[in-house]
């Protein structure tokens, strides 16, 4: 709290604390990510495992108190997932400058309204996957197309740390009005080139694909969303109403590719714009968070 109340003071320190270690719990991520790609393969698992627990389970008394905590672990999002059969799966969509897959599952109504939303990007912001790990499970309203990307910057995300494993900015990498920034080593260093990085060109090929119609993005630690008066507008203060998030500018950065305004200007039909959580996301706030993404993505159904 003292340090928002800092924060909100200077434009300047405000993106130093964007660009700094908002440590977040990088480990907690991480968790978060294996649970979301072990699940992919929890469905077809989940009949393995009552049958296998069952035989020798009910003669032996000391197991006793394993088969009620497995058949807990695995059958909430197992039974929400089948619940929803909604669940379209999920790929791989490229490779990190260190190897690492870039996810994205996918549910909800095949050929619906497109709604996309990224995680992370700056790896050491990292709560608002706290908010997809909601978003997997949670029902969702008719004719909602929904992909989630959990981190487009795996690599930081492992490291804790905003580049990608190149030392690139990937949100200064984007090939709108890209112009270079900063030396490698610095905290917004575009990198060589427009789509330089591999994280960047697996993003583009991606969103060619699915053409979202609404891109959410988050970042930290600033608390807000930014006012605009493009037509996604009434989307971002609904957003930051329900949430919480002030409706205030960021400013004081370089703001030259920019993935989220990549999106919406190569794409006009496309809506995409940031989230900017606090220091810290509850999972009570997660959820509230989830649930704002959903509302605009219904009022996002209306907007051409
Ligand atoms: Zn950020």
Redesign the pocket.
């Known amino acids: 709290m003292t340090r928002r109340v800092v924060l909100l003071g200077s434009a300047l320190l405000l993106l130093a604390a964007?660009?700094s270690t908002t440590s977040g719990g990088a480990t907690t991520s991480s968790t978060t990510l294996t649970a979301i790609v072990t699940t992919t393969t929890a469905a077809p698992s989940t009949t393995l495992a009552p049958t296998t627990t069952a035989a020798p389970t009910t003669t032996a008394p000391p197991p006793t108190t394993l088969p009620p905590t497995t058949v807990a672990a695995t059958s909430p999002p197992t039974t929400a997932a089948v619940a929803g059969n909604d669940f379209l799966g999920e790929e791989t969509i490229g490779l990190s400058a260190q190897g690492r897959p870039i996810t994205v599952s996918h549910r909800g109504t095949a050929g619906g309204t497109v709604i996309l939303v990224v995680g992370v990007?700056?790896g050491n912001?990292s709560a608002g996957l706290a908010i997809l790990d909601d978003l997997r499970t949670m029902p969702l309203p008719p004719g909602i197309d929904l992909w989630l990307m959990p981190t487009i910057n795996p690599d930081g995300l492992a490291n804790d740390e905003?580049h990608n494993g190149n030392g690139v900015d990937l949100?200064r990498n984007f090939p709108h009005d890209w112009t270079q920034v900063a030396q490698p080593g610095d905290w917004e260093y575009s990198g060589t080139g427009p789509a330089s990085e591999p994280e960047t060109q697996a993003f583009i090929a991606f969103a060619d694909r699915i053409q979202p119609h609404l891109t959410l993005w988050y970042?930290?630690d600033l608390h807000r969303v930014s006012p605009s008066n493009r037509k996604d507008g009434p989307l971002r203060k609904q957003y930051a109403q329900l949430t919480g998030l002030d409706y205030v500018s960021v400013t004081g950065g370089t703001y030259t590719g920019v993935a989220a305004t990549w999106v919406r200007q190569t794409m006009p039909s496309s809506m995409s714009f940031i989230a900017?959580l606090g220091p810290t996301l509850s999972a009570d706030e997660a959820l509230v968070h989830a649930n704002a993404v959903l509302t605009i993505a219904v009022m996002s159904q209306s907007i051409a």
């Open positions: 964007c660009s990007i700056h912001e905003r949100n970042h930290q900017e």
